[in-house]
């Protein structure tokens, strides 16, 4: 029979972490590659993606006071439970890249995935206005006032049905229960 203990490290063993890491140098070679893989091996790595150099305008909110420095971007697994703050850390001192020019974030954060979602809108946005519309067709009925006026015209022939007019007397509360002012000492015979 397994103990809980056993369960726990099975447990533990199956869960991975994953990593976002950005890392601002002039140059990522594969020296620095290494100080990575070897920093990261504190938590137990599991992988370690290839760097990917980012274009400059998306490292503008991470790194505001190096804009001439290059981003490369890696994702890792870790076996063992850690924090983003702690894997920075790591990579900082085993690593030897200044704290400054590292950032790490959790895969599923919040602000990854506001992210992702503010480049899709980005993209939709730019479809949006820079197609043009196909012949023939006339967008006029979907905005403008032809719109508001079907759109009011849409809420005029709704039925609005209301509370009936007959009044109800309200639920008892406690406040119109009868009250018991007799003691139970003073059932029992206790003076």
Do not use: W
Not at 45 to 69: G, I, Q, R, V
Not at 111 to 121: A, S
């Amino acid at each position: 029979m397994k103990t809980f203990t056993h369960f726990l490290i099975e447990a533990a063993e199956a869960k991975s972490y994953e990593f976002k890491i950005k890392i601002a140098c002039q140059d990522f070679d594969d020296d620095a590659h290494d100080r990575l893989e070897h920093a990261l091996k504190a938590y137990d790595l599991n992988s370690l993606s290839k760097a990917k150099h980012l274009p400059p305008a998306d490292h503008s909110l991470d790194f505001p006071t190096h804009p001439e420095l290059d981003v490369y971007l890696f994702t890792a697994t870790l076996k063992l439970p850690c924090t983003d703050a702690q894997v920075r850390q790591v990579i900082g001192e085993q690593g030897r890249f200044p704290l400054a020019c590292v950032v790490v974030t959790p895969k599923n954060s919040p602000e990854e995935i506001m992210r992702d979602l503010d480049e899709e809108m980005d993209k939709v946005k730019g479809d949006i206005l820079t197609k043009d519309l196909e012949k023939g067709v006339n967008g006029q009925p979907q905005v403008g006032q032809k719109r508001l006026d079907s759109m009011l015209k849409e809420l005029e022939s709704q039925k609005m049905e209301f509370a009936s007019k007959k009044k109800e007397p309200a639920p008892k509360t406690t406040n119109d229960l009868t009250q018991n002012n007799n003691s139970l000492m003073a059932k029992k015979g206790v003076k």
